[in-house]
């Protein structure tokens, strides 16, 4: 028997990642939707010892074709994968969580509602009538609370059930009189042409003037009197307000629900949330309580992930490379392999494991911040400034993550449902200093600014930052001038983060992080170490050996920024497969050995650099094109090889040329 | 009386009677839940987007998209279901 597949579809701030989190617990990976590199997460559980899987499908709170995350979830959906689907419903939002179940309903599947979060709802004198609320929608409703673990068997049965049960669903939905008479128009044009959709839903999204949908049937070849009557429909009623009408009926027929099986209080209850809110979004106090928490989390970071936690994984490094070392020596392996376990792979990669606590801890605290429901009033603070700068809100959260990693950071575009701010916002978040990038900044202040530390790094960030938005600036009136941009966003009440979500968010950042250690700095580092020390005749590490001449030929680019040796311009394109790798270089190139800290390093670099070279040098570091893994996701991300092609080359040419400004002005002052 | 959100106070209320922006705004909010006869209260409308109690939850809308939204007005500090 074929294992049967439960699809999870909810609104975002459903609750729906905890609700996944609770049935699968820790059986989840991560994959590709067919068709489609957007990544997904499948989990298993097991029911009387039979296995289930759990796909995850986006949050969105519609199916139409707004988003990638809606068409995502859409076209899953159609695919007809999955046995059932859980609709996960946030029991104090019943009326807008409704108007996605409509679109279920519409679609003719098999739906098991979770009324999700009952508890809050009850704390805010909310209470339902299960059983009107089931037989309304034609669907089993279990009460939940994912985060506390209840109403999880139950709901699993109810899954089960449904999934066995041959009932035909039915659509509860009642549309306009001139809306029913055009579904039956195009459904009498649609039925028996073996069409993969429902032929009602495939009319009603047609007379929404659905994009994808007219794009898929002219795909599909449908025949040619079909796209015929679709292409009439669009011309003669392409500007009638069906589609808004569409979306009224299923919102009467939600508040109709609501009406026969909720009971609300006459007036809201004022929650602990609310109060919050009052200072969190206030007017004056919103930016500086902002500014407040992200300086607690950077400190923290560094006070957890790097003093309290660096040393141990600095120590276990060098611990497992005296081992390998003495093992290698023991069982006489050949010098060179002993050369290359130690430069490469022991040095090399330890490098970055030295910086798994730092993230670690980075990724535990912005997880509790996305959890808790913060980054939405980040997301309303900012709005207004990022306005000025042609972007909205939502992008802001894009920039906080950014400050981990770029990667997640331009994942997290996929929520903004107007293509102009998600395509300014992907461009210049490499702008915003990411967790790899810090190391290089530490070593250059080590070596010249020791005691301007943290006023050095402040002034770096805050640089990308303004970077970043004088780059949405300029592209928001060139490259996308005219399109429309708005800002409409659900902020949801504050909630306990649960621990399940915020560790599972970290180790699946961690583990990514680590691989990539494995895997990409792994090959960089013996691909340079190859470079350097081949051919055999010459000195090793010297700039005849191979790796020297090729530095040597792109060396002159970079000399009006002041930087211009061989072994500077090899440190920064080992930077573009991943930005670890910069330090790591320098080190092995001017201390004759792979370095990543310690005093040898930092007297190199003193030896080799001015203070006024090592702000140009940080400067394009900040700067310029982004790691081979964020270059990869907007390759993904866009569908295109072009805009990665460009993200690559205009954040190079910005750091280049602001490098050359760094190095000229200062040049002026000092003489 | 005929008002557009931005021009309501905190503790207002009213009912959503149109919307005047483009065609993809609009059915965007209609989606969010801003559909013809949707009630909304005003919980801050000072700087920055207006936020609003909406079916239970709250929406910030930006300024610029608030200004297009038509509502009739209701009493004021009137509960909002």
Redesign the interface.
């Known amino acids: 028997m074929d294992k049967k597949t439960i699809a999870l579809v909810g609104n975002p701030n459903s609750g729906k990642t905890t609700f996944f989190n609770m049935l699968t617990g820790a059986n989840q990976y991560v994959g590709n939707w067919p068709g489609v590199t957007v990544e997904k997460k499948v989990g298993t559980f097991t029911h009387n010892r039979i296995e289930y899987d759990v796909v995850d499908l986006p949050g969105c709170?519609?199916l139409?074709a707004?988003s990638e995350d809606e068409l995502v979830a859409r076209d899953y959906i159609l695919s007809d994968d999955a046995d059932v689907i859980v609709n996960v419903i946030?029991a104090?939002?019943?009326?807008?969580n409704l108007?996605l179940t409509t679109q279920l309903l519409e679609m003719g599947k098999k739906v098991v509602i979770a009324l999700n979060m009952v508890d809050e709802a009850k704390r805010?004198d909310?209470s339902f009538d299960l059983d009107a609320l089931s037989r309304a929608l034609g669907a089993p409703v279990v009460p939940t609370v994912a985060s506390k673990e209840i109403g999880k068997d139950a709901l699993i049965e109810a899954a089960i059930a449904a999934m066995d049960e041959d009932k035909e669903p039915v659509n509860p939905v009642a549309y306009t009189d001139a809306v029913e008479h055009h579904i039956e128009h195009l459904h009498a044009l649609l039925e028996e042409r073996a069409l993969p959709y429902p032929a009602d839903w495939t009319a009603i999204k047609i007379i929404e003037g659905d994009a994808d949908i007219a794009q898929k049937l002219h795909d599909m070849r449908v025949d040619e009197d079909v796209l015929q009557g679709v292409d009439n429909f669009r011309r003669y009623h392409g500007s009638d307000s069906f589609?808004?009408d569409v979306?009224?009926s299923r919102?009467a027929f939600a508040h109709r629900v609501a009406e026969q099986a909720v009971v609300?209080p006459?007036?809201?209850v004022v929650t602990l949330s609310?109060k919050v809110?009052r200072v969190f979004?206030n007017?004056y106090l919103?930016i500086p309580v902002f500014a407040l928490i992200m300086l607690v989390v950077f400190q923290l970071t560094f006070a957890v992930g790097q003093d309290l936690l660096g040393g141990v994984a600095v120590e276990i490094i060098e611990g497992l490379g005296g081992g390998i070392e003495a093992f290698l020596e023991l069982i006489h392996a050949p010098a060179w392999f002993i050369a290359f376990m130690n430069d490469g792979a022991v040095n090399g990669v330890g490098a970055v494991i030295e910086f798994v606590p730092l993230i670690a801890v980075l990724y535990l605290l912005l997880g509790l911040l996305e959890d808790s429901g913060y980054m939405?009033r980040a997301?309303?603070?900012w709005?207004?400034l990022m306005?000025r700068f042609g972007l909205?809100?939502k992008a802001f959260i894009s920039m906080i993550i950014g400050f981990g990693c770029t990667v997640p950071g331009i994942m997290s575009t996929r929520t903004m449902?107007?293509r102009k701010d998600r395509m300014i916002t992907l461009l210049i978040t490499p702008f915003i200093s990411c967790g790899a990038k810090l190391p290089i900044y530490l070593v250059f202040i080590a070596a010249f600014f020791p005691s301007y530390g943290g006023l050095v790094l402040f002034l770096l960030y805050a640089f990308g930052i303004f970077v970043a938005l004088v780059m949405a600036k300029v592209f928001n009136q060139t490259m996308f001038r005219g399109e429309?941009s708005?800002?409409?966003?659900?902020?949801?009440?504050y909630r306990i983060p649960t621990v399940k979500n915020v560790l599972r968010n970290m180790w699946d950042n961690v583990s990514g992080f680590i691989k990539k250690a494995g895997t990409i700095i792994f090959l960089v580092i013996t691909l340079l170490w190859v470079l350097a020390v081949l051919p055999t005749s010459v000195e090793p590490y010297s700039e005849f050996s191979l790796l020297g001449r090729i530095g040597a030929f792109l060396a002159p680019i970079f000399r009006p920024a002041g930087f211009g040796t061989w072994q500077e311009a090899v440190a920064l394109f080992a930077g573009i497969p991943a930005k670890e790798a910069v330090v790591g270089t320098l080190g092995m190139l001017y201390a004759g050995q792979y370095l990543e800290e310690g005093m040898i390093l930092v007297d190199a670099i003193r030896q080799h650099f001015t203070p006024l070279t090592a702000l140009s040098y940080m400067t394009m570091v900040l700067l310029y094109t982004p790691c081979a893994a964020t270059l990869a996701i907007v390759a993904k991300e866009t569908k295109s090889a072009r805009w990665p092609v460009f993200m690559a080359l205009y954040t190079f040419a910005i750091g280049w040329l602001v490098a050359v400004i760094v190095y000229q002005v200062g040049s002026l002052f000092i003489g | 009386m005929t008002k557009m959100l931005t021009t309501l106070r905190k503790g207002d209320g009213g009912k959503v009677i149109g919307i005047d922006?483009?065609k993809?705004?609009?059915?965007?909010?209609?989606?969010?839940?801003f559909?013809?006869?949707?009630s909304v209260k005003i919980?801050?409308n000072?700087?920055?987007?207006v936020?609003v109690?909406?079916?239970?939850?709250?929406?910030?809308?930006?300024r610029?998209?608030a200004g297009k939204i038509q509502l009739e007005a209701t009493e004021q500090n009137a509960?909002?279901?």
């Open positions: 709170y519609s139409g707004f946030d104090s939002n019943i009326e807008r108007y805010r909310i589609e808004l979306v009224d919102y609300r006459e007036q809201e609310d809110d979004t007017k919103g939405a997301a309303y603070v709005d207004d306005r909205q809100g449902d107007n429309s708005y800002f409409i966003m659900e902020m949801p009440p | 922006a483009g993809t705004a609009t059915k965007r909010l209609y989606e969010m839940g559909n013809t006869g949707a919980i801050k000072d700087s920055g987007p936020i109690s909406l079916n239970g939850s709250k929406m910030a809308v930006g610029g998209l509960g909002c279901i």
